[in-house]
C-alpha cells in the first residue's frame, strides 16, 4: 500500500489549527478563536481552514452553528450532542438543521451526506425526510458497510505494516470506527503472514451477537486450524462473503479487501478502550516482530528472516516453529 503521508491524514480527521498564549481579557472575544485555561495560562485556539472542513457536524453545515467538528463517527443517532440540540429545537431555542436548509434557495437544499463531504454532491429530494429516502437508507445500510477503506498513514515494522489510524488487539485482530459508527474488524497483517494463505475461514453469520477478548471466527490451512479473538463487541452486520469465497485477500490487503465482518455497537468508546493505537501499537508490534525473531533464531538460525525482513509465509517457510506453539504465542488461543 505505500507509505501515507501525515499531510493526508491530517485533511481528512482535521487536525491543526493555529494557537496562542493569550491573557484572561481575551477569553471573551470570541473573533480571536476559542478560548480555554490550562495549568493557569489562557490559551486562544482557532480551527484552520483543514479543521473545519474536514468532518463538519450537520448541524454546523446547515448554519445553525459558527464551528463544530463530529466526534462521534457520523452515528446521529447516538450522539450525545445532537441529542442536546434537538432538545434545544424542542424548547425553541434553536431551529432544526433540516428547517435551516429547508430555507434555502432549492438548488442549494443538498443532501445531508453531501453536507458532511461523505459523497459528492447530490440535491435532497425528500425535504429532509431523511427517513422516507431510499438513497439514504441504500447509503447507510448497503454502501457504507460494503465500501472498504484503506488507511490513510502505513508505518512498517521489519515487513508487517501497521496503520495508524487502526485500533489493534494483542491477538492480532484489528478494528476501525467508520462512518454512521460501524466498526469493521479483521487481521493484521502480522497474524496473516505468520501463518500463511488460509484454506478457508470460518465466519460466522450477520446478525450474530460477538464479545471482545471471545473467539470471533477461525481459519484453516491444510490439517491446520487457527481461531481469532475478536477485539470489539457488537451485533455482525454484514460480513465479507468475498473473504469466504476467496481467502487470499485476507493476505493480499488485510486492512482493505481483507476484513472479516462488520459491528454495530451502542457505545463504541468504551468498546474500544482496551484496544492499542498510533505509538502504543507501533511499540506492541516492535515487541511482536523481536519475539518472533527469537523464536526463529532458535529453530533456524539468525538468517532465518531475509535481510532482517520476514516473508509472506513464515510458517510455511519454517515449520518447525510449530503451529501450535505460533497460535498459543500470538494469537492467544492456541
Excluded at 68 to 91: A, I, L, P
Excluded at 103 to 108: A, K, Q, T
Excluded at 113 to 131: G, Q
Excluded at 238 to 262: I, T
Aim: some cysteine; hydrophobic content about 30%.
Amino acid at each position: 500500500m505505500g507509505e501515507r503521508t501525515e499531510k493526508a491524514r491530517r485533511a481528512r480527521v482535521g487536525y491543526g489549527s493555529s494557537y496562542h498564549k493569550g491573557v484572561v481579557g481575551e477569553l471573551g472575544e470570541k473573533s480571536r478563536g476559542i478560548g480555554t485555561v490550562l495549568g493557569g495560562q489562557v490559551w486562544m485556539i482557532k480551527p484552520d481552514k483543514d479543521a473545519r472542513t474536514a468532518n463538519p457536524c450537520l448541524w454546523m453545515q446547515a448554519g445553525v452553528v459558527e464551528f463544530k467538528n463530529c466526534n462521534n463517527y457520523y452515528d446521529c443517532t447516538t450522539c450525545k450532542y445532537d441529542q442536546g440540540m434537538r432538545k434545544q429545537v424542542e424548547k425553541k431555542k434553536k431551529i432544526s438543521w433540516q428547517d435551516s436548509m429547508r430555507r434555502r434557495p432549492s438548488l442549494e437544499r443538498v443532501c445531508r451526506h453531501s453536507l458532511t463531504n461523505r459523497i459528492k454532491r447530490r440535491l435532497c429530494a425528500y425535504d429532509y425526510e431523511c427517513s422516507k429516502c431510499d438513497f439514504d437508507q441504500f447509503f447507510e445500510d448497503v454502501w457504507t458497510p460494503k465500501t472498504k477503506n484503506l488507511p490513510l498513514e502505513t508505518r512498517h515494522i521489519k515487513g508487517f505494516e501497521v496503520p495508524s489510524d487502526y485500533y489493534f488487539h494483542d491477538g492480532h485482530t484489528w478494528a476501525r470506527i467508520e462512518s454512521g459508527g460501524y466498526i469493521r474488524v479483521g487481521m493484521d497483517a502480522f497474524a496473516l503472514k505468520l501463518l500463511g494463505k488460509a484454506d478457508s475461514f470460518d465466519l460466522p453469520l450477520m446478525g450474530k451477537e460477538l464479545e471482545k477478548n471471545r473467539i470471533g471466527w477461525g481459519m484453516r490451512r491444510s490439517e491446520n486450524g487457527a481461531e481469532f479473538i475478536s477485539p470489539v463487541s457488537g451485533v455482525i452486520v454484514e460480513v465479507n462473503k468475498k473473504v469466504r469465497e476467496s481467502p487470499d485477500r485476507a493476505n493480499n490487503e488485510p486492512y482493505g479487501d481483507g476484513w472479516v465482518f462488520l459491528l454495530r455497537h451502542p457505545d463504541i468508546k468504551e468498546n474500544f478502550k482496551e484496544l492499542m493505537r498510533n505509538s502504543a501499537s507501533l511499540e506492541w508490534m516492535s515487541k511482536e516482530v523481536g519475539k518472533l525473531e527469537q523464536m526463529v533464531e532458535e529453530v533456524a538460525g539468525p538468517m532465518a528472516a531475509d535481510g532482517g525482513y520476514f516473508g509472506d509465509d513464515i510458517y510455511g517457510s519454517i515449520p518447525g516453529l510449530g503451529w501450535n506453539n505460533l497460535t498459543r504465542t500470538f494469537l492467544k488461543t492456541g
